[in-house]
């Protein structure tokens, strides 16, 4: 190794929010790179460990982290290192706990390496057949908020018919996946044909429709004969006010997310125009974050886990590559629907890990 290859690894780079965005993202503005010495073992108190950030979780919720409003978290400060959920390997532990080499969920942001107490970290099994970045997909938030949402106010019943927007990304794809599980006839609504293709032909979706076709509307209509006894919400706008006009008696709506909406500013947001069909329906229209069920954690990644030892449950990931300095453009692509499945930034492979034990 040359003597500039050792200073380079020295140092960490991390992204600080520089300013809020008024609408999308922007590369060079949004963020600011900053470099500072990566901390060593040295500088380890009892109780902690040092991270190395293997992967970074890209999720819709970070645009709204930027916004300053009240909200199910505080906002970013203006120069905070940017909020996010990673995968992590453990480089120096002063832990009894955990052990270096490990590699644990980590919730420590735009970072490449931090000393976090191990009271912070996650560390979990990852089941038969699985790999270690499904620990921030399948397993992580996003299969989470998936069996939560839909089991507790979904409340789906074999039989009925459970419509997903969103249906190919993260969260949405596994929605879809345990509604066919509990016996139900699944719509998924995403926006491609080879994101519909994915979910019919692959996960086994009854009806996949592309809602950006010029027939869309008609095709949601014909697709939802006998209305729509559960609508899971990750879009909002029109795609929910198309849902609510062919909702069924006493349906339940998952209020899960709005990324239709999230780079839109307050004023400009289009209200929903038909949300009288929540009286005349009598539905239960009802929001919740997937961080309410923490205490049940286990006992959903427990039996995730079994369907996808057991080859019921697929998942597809999207991984950008090319380190740190590709966050600020990879969020972007969950905007432009670039991704299948969990978009994930790889901020190092896992194998050019030294001592790496996967
Ligand atoms: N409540 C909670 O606790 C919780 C937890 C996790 C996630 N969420 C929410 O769940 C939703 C999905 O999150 P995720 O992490 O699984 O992301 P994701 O679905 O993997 O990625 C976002 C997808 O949204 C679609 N999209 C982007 N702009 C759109 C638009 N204007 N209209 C319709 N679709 C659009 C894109 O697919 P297309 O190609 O289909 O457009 C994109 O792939 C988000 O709303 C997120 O905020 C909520």
Redesign the pocket.
């Known amino acids: 190794m040359t003597l500039e290859n050792i200073n380079m690894a020295r140092e960490n780079k991390k992204f600080v929010l520089a300013q809020r965005p008024k609408t999308h993202v922007v590369p060079g503005e949004t963020f600011r790179l900053e470099k500072e010495p990566v901390p060593t073992a040295n500088d380890l108190k009892d109780g902690q460990v040092l991270l190395e950030v293997l992967y970074l979780s890209l999720?819709?919720?970070m645009r709204?982290w930027l916004n300053d409003v009240r909200s199910y978290l505080p906002p970013v400060q203006i120069g905070e290192t940017m909020r996010g959920g990673t995968l992590s390997r453990v480089i120096a532990s002063k832990s009894p706990k955990i052990k270096e080499g490990e590699i644990v969920n980590a919730f420590i942001g735009w970072t490449e390496y931090k000393i976090v107490s191990d009271k912070e970290i996650e560390k979990l099994e990852i089941p038969e057949g699985g790999h270690i970045t499904d620990l921030l997909g399948v397993l992580g938030?996003?299969g989470l908020?998936a069996y939560f949402?839909l089991d507790k106010i979904g409340k789906p019943k074999a039989g009925e018919t459970v419509v997903v927007?969103?249906?190919?990304?993260?969260?949405?794809s596994v929605v879809g996946q345990i509604a066919k599980l509990r016996g139900c006839r699944v719509v998924g609504?995403?926006?491609?044909e080879e994101?519909c293709a994915w979910l019919k032909e692959e996960l086994g979706f009854d009806v996949a429709l592309n809602?950006k076709s010029g027939n869309f509307k008609k095709e949601f209509a014909e697709a939802t004969p006998d209305y729509i006894d559960v609508y899971w919400d990750?879009?909002g706008?029109e795609?929910l006010e198309m849902a609510l006009d062919r909702a069924q008696k006493h349906s339940r709506f998952v209020m899960?997310?709005?990324?239709?909406g999230?780079n839109e500013s307050g004023k400009e947001t289009k209200g929903i125009r038909n949300l009288f069909h929540v009286v005349a329906q009598r539905i239960h229209m009802e929001?919740?974050?997937?961080?309410d069920f923490l205490p049940e954690y286990p006992r959903a990644r427990k039996e995730i886990g079994e369907w996808l030892a057991e080859g019921k449950l697929k998942r597809k990931e999207t991984i950008v590559k090319g380190g740190i300095e590709k966050a600020e453009y990879a969020i972007k692509d969950?905007?432009?629907?670039?991704?299948?499945?969990?978009?994930l930034l790889e901020v190092k492979s896992p194998n050019e890990v030294r001592g790496a034990r996967l």
């Open positions: 999720d819709p919720a709204g938030l996003t908020t949402g927007s969103g249906a190919a990304g993260a969260t949405g609504i995403a926006g491609s994101k809602y990750n879009v706008g795609i899960c997310g709005a990324i239709s999230y929001g919740f974050i997937v961080f969950l905007f432009e629907g670039k991704n299948i499945g969990k978009l």
